[in-house]
């Protein structure tokens, strides 16, 4: 699990160092900067990667800063996956895990995790770049909701009344809501939830685990006694003989 986790922290740090880059990329222009670069594939291969590319990528993003770019496109998508899908597959694989998330979340749970895994089924069945949803990704959940009478998930959540480590704006938090009743296909994810808010989720996500990993820390497997003992056990013996 361990491994699971510092894995979805990576991608968050990945979402975060990306859109760094992002920003760097619109404020100066890097194109004449460029050069062709070979990426060490093996011992004896290598990849080339042609700079006339690159120069042209990095041109458009700093002349149309205000545009949205492959580059910055793709860091999001991406981290968002890889968070989104990480979690999910903890909250249902691992139940130590799921039960630390309920007590920092309280009643808000039930909400958190279905909108975790309604986003992790988007991004897991879409194949178009503005994210357009298809049945196959909420059909089912909705049916289950309907069938619960509880088709509405809201989760409003601020950290400075669940978290007592919280210092930072008293009102600071999540406010997602979704009527999966209005849901339909063709939809695109960001209409559902605002780019915004996925941002502040994977925020929370990287969090939990953060806290997680803090009040569990992994033990370093100790030296076994028994074979030093032994050790000095033989040696003795050696110099009998």
């Not at 060490?40 to 949205?68: C, N, W, Y």
């Not at 958190?112 to 879409?126: A, C, G, M, P």
Request: proline share 2%.
């Amino acid at each position: 699990m361990n491994n699971q986790l510092q894995l979805l922290q990576s991608y968050y740090r990945f979402l975060s160092l990306g859109k760094y880059l992002e920003f760097l990329i619109q404020s100066k222009d890097f194109s004449k900067e460029v050069l062709d670069i070979a990426i060490v594939t093996g011992k004896r291969s290598h990849f080339g990667i042609k700079s006339s590319m690159i120069k042209a990528l990095l041109k458009q993003i700093h002349e149309k800063p205000d545009q949205r770019n492959i580059f910055g496109y793709l860091v999001e998508i991406s981290s968002f996956r890889g968070i989104f899908g990480i979690m999910r597959e903890l909250l249902e694989n691992d139940e130590k895990f799921k039960k630390f998330v309920v007590s920092r979340l309280y009643e808000h749970y039930f909400d958190f995790e279905q909108i975790i895994r309604l986003i992790r089924n988007i991004l897991s069945h879409t194949t178009t770049a503005d994210l357009i949803i298809k049945n196959d990704a909420f059909v089912k959940q909705r049916d289950f909701l309907v069938y619960a009478k509880n088709p509405i998930v809201s989760f409003k959540f601020s950290y400075a009344n669940y978290w007592k480590e919280w210092k930072g704006n008293k009102e600071y938090g999540l406010d997602i809501t979704i009527a999966f009743t209005n849901l339909k296909e063709g939809d695109s994810l960001f209409d559902i939830i605002s780019l915004h808010q996925l941002y502040i989720l994977s925020e929370l996500c990287y969090n939990l685990c953060e806290v997680f990993r803090a009040e569990n820390p992994v033990k370093k497997p100790t030296k076994s006694i028994g074979k030093k003992i032994y050790k000095k056990y033989s040696q003795k013996q050696s110099t009998k003989k």
